[in-house]
């Protein structure tokens, strides 16, 4: 199974699969940002502001997690924004022809609450304007992916929180 963590920068995605991984058994963190930069040193690709719109990147999203999975087993935790509805639908599909279950969950807070978060993070500050940009992305996104996944508001709650909920959603007896 996978567990797909969306929703935009400073949403609590990364701190939250880190504590998920810690309360559902046979669980492994998998960052697709990763096949986003090992994609970046692949000379005669085009520029592009975001390694998302590469397709190779989706399909090896997919490839990926399956490779992983069938190697590992158990379930793969994976915090990633995916705000472009047509990427997505790419994805999930994948997914779903390689016989993976999904659990898409979107973490979601108000936008005054995100952009305390991200103006506040110290650990990556020279992406903090790029994360402010795609607020407004998100809000247009937001209508698809509330579709698309479980909302869960991490506003006024602790990643451990949002956490329990996700893994008592998967599984009550946690």
């Known amino acids: 199974m996978i567990i797909w963590l969306n929703g935009t920068f400073g949403a609590g995605k990364t701190s939250t699969a880190k504590e998920l991984v810690s309360l559902i058994p046979e669980a492994h963190y998998f960052d697709p940002e990763q096949v986003g930069f090992m994609l970046r040193h692949i000379s005669g690709l085009p520029e592009v ?3 998302q719109h590469w397709r190779p990147w989706r399909g090896l999203v997919v ?3 399956s490779q992983v999975l069938k190697y590992v087993g158990g379930v793969l935790v994976m915090p ?3 705000l ?3 990427y997505w639908e790419e ?3 994948g997914l779903r022809e390689a016989g993976i279950p999904l659990r898409h969950f979107v973490l ?3 936008e005054i609450t995100l952009t305390q978060r991200i103006e506040s993070d110290v650990v990556d500050i020279g992406a903090r304007q790029w994360r402010l940009d795609h607020l ?3 809000r247009e996104s937001f209508t698809w992916l509330s579709r698309e996944g479980e909302v869960i508001d991490t506003a006024a709650v602790s990643p451990s929180e949002v956490a329990k909920d996700i893994a008592a959603a998967i599984d009550p007896t946690l």
């Open 80 to 82: 990633q924004s995916v």
């Open 136 to 138: 407004p992305k998100y």
């Open 63 to 65: 490839e990926t997690a």
């Open 49 to 51: 502001g975001d390694f």
């Open 108 to 110: 979601h807070a108000d």
């Open 91 to 93: 994805i999930r599909t």
């Open 84 to 86: 472009v509805e047509q």
